[in-house]
């Protein structure tokens, strides 16, 4: 099997300090930052996959049982489109982890991932027992690593400082792409040039670091989206327009429109701003602005009535509002708007 080749290092990196630091102690070449090709070992770490997304049977000679990380790599010369399958394993999560930039279309439990070029460094996690199927059109070089429960659970521990609470599903196929995982990625596939033994533990190590960083970026992830707030459901909303419409006049304020909705104020806030892209209070002085406007160009009464009417306290913080709103005081927005009409 080909190692990657010297044109399949990325060619958007920028050289750093840092970088060549790291590289030295994966030992990753200077110049391509890209691990050195190397012909597949029977009895290296890294197996050859004759079928696509097919695991390295556990227990292997030399291997520990059921902490180790089992790695394979899958390649495709490219000279035709390719189009493979896997029905899910019974038990493991599958990381496909790219090395090199390529052509593909991916799908998983049979809705369409991702077609298109990926980079080098992006991975894709699939959870137990879903199929997947991806087309290659191009000369593809991918890392497969298989991870057990066992393995999740101890990175989780590592991560968070604590055990996680019955087994974890990521269950989330979207492609996933840093420059660190590019980097570990590059570097396991180092592993094919290591003494068998070294090579072994040299592959657990990185192997681990991999599939740490998927478990902090999901879960990382999966709490932020928690903290955003849900959108306002539309029956809620229509509710809230209705009593704000109805109660123009009055002086409400955020518990009454609320309440309402049957919602405490702190989760009816943040809900109705992300249902409607403003806050209640603005959202309450833009209708009465407009129902001034309606006043102003149907009615008689003066600035003064048209600002109680709309449940303003006073004329000057009505014209602060209007004009914040409108662009003109409620009196020359008037006359300016009479006189349009007449003229047409």
Known sequence: MRGPSRHQANQHERPSDSRSRLDQRLGLDARTHRAPPAPACADGPIREERQWRCAPRRGDAG??????????????????????????????????????????????????????????????????????NAVFTSASDVLHLFVSQAVLAECYADQ????????????????????????????????????????????????????????????????????VPARLPAWRLRRVVEFIDAHLSDPIGLADIAGSAGLTRMHFAAQFRRATGLRPHEYLLRRRIEHAQELLRHADGNVLDVALRCGFRSQAHFTTVFKRFVGDTPYCWRVKTGKAAKAG
């Open 63 to 132: 291997a520990r049982q059921w902490d180790r990380v089992p790695v394979s790599r899958w390649t495709h010369t490219g000279a035709t489109p390719l189009e493979v399958s896997h029905a899910g394993h019974d038990s493991e999560h599958c990381i496909g982890l790219s090395l090199r930039s390529m052509s593909v279309s991916f799908a998983s439990a049979g809705l369409r991932v991702f077609d298109g070029r990926i980079a080098s460094g992006a991975a894709q996690i699939t959870a137990p027992g879903v199929p997947v």
């Open 160 to 227: 968070f400082g604590h055990a996680h609470a019955g087994d974890m599903l990521l269950g989330d196929p979207r492609l996933v792409t840093n420059p660190t995982m590019e980097r570990l990625g590059q570097a396991l596939a180092l592993a094919h040039s290591q003494d068998p033994g070294l090579g072994r533990i040299f592959c657990d190590s990185v192997g681990l670091a991999i599939v740490s960083r998927i478990v902090a970026g999901h879960f990382n992830r999966a709490a932020a989206d928690a903290r």
